[in-house]
């Protein structure tokens, strides 16, 4: 039998006092718990978003590349041409911004046929020019001219077999300066596909072409300079 008793509001408020103690105490286990396996998942886990090849890190690794940050190099040539490189749509463009000038010339035998062209930069080729070339290259007779970068457009698809991938994107070139915006438009666009291999650290883009199944000593043999 159950012994009859006084159960007044104390006593009722000890009760729920205790079951709200009990009920916070299981909650702040069980959120302990929930964290810790958070941080083990965390701590423990291999993952990193280079495992996973996704058209952002694609445009990511690829628009980072050295390859593709390389700028484009415009050869100008001063001096003797030929009648073929002088009417070049390059030179044809140089020749209407007035930026070089030329005078008939006879041709020596690597040139011929004739006509040949000695060709100067005339004052305003000068100012356009001097700015973009190193000045140890100034005197040459022939220098490179960066006149444009790349520009990543977008990521149109990942064709993923393996730890091997293919990666389409599109892509434009971008003037760097006056004389850049002369020879190159930035309208056409253009389609290229870049090789992608999973390493132990994720997907990196392929730079060169591997020598992959050789043994360590032709790998050795084979080594190229770090770039």
Request: net charge neutral; with cysteine.
């Amino acid at each position: 039998m159950i012994a009859e008793g006084n159960y007044g509001p104390a006593s009722l408020g000890l009760a729920v006092q205790g079951s709200v103690a009990v009920c916070d105490f299981i909650m702040r286990k069980y959120l302990i718990f929930i964290i810790s396996c958070l941080l083990s998942a965390i701590l423990f886990s291999s993952c990193s978003p280079r495992d996973f090849l996704t058209r952002r890190l694609a445009a990511d690794l690829i628009a980072g590349s050295n390859t593709f940050k390389a700028p484009q190099q415009f050869w100008l040539r001063i001096g003797v041409l030929s009648n073929r490189e002088y009417i070049s749509p390059e030179y044809l463009v140089m020749q209407h911004r007035g930026w070089i000038s030329a005078t008939n010339v006879p041709c020596s035998p690597q040139l011929a046929p004739p006509p040949c062209w000695d060709v100067m930069l005339t004052p305003s080729g000068v100012d356009t020019v001097r700015p973009l070339v190193l000045p140890e290259e100034r005197n040459k007779p022939a220098f490179s001219i960066p006149v444009a970068r790349r520009e990543l457009l977008a990521i149109t698809g990942i064709s993923k077999q393996g730890n091997l991938a293919d990666v389409a994107f599109t892509w434009r070139w971008v003037p760097m300066n006056e004389f850049g915006s002369a020879l190159y438009s930035s309208d056409p666009h253009y389609t290229s596909t870049a090789a992608f291999r999973y390493y132990d650290d994720g997907w990196r883009v392929v730079q060169t072409i591997p020598h992959s199944g050789q043994a360590l000593e032709e790998a050795l043999k084979n080594a190229e300079p770090a770039q």
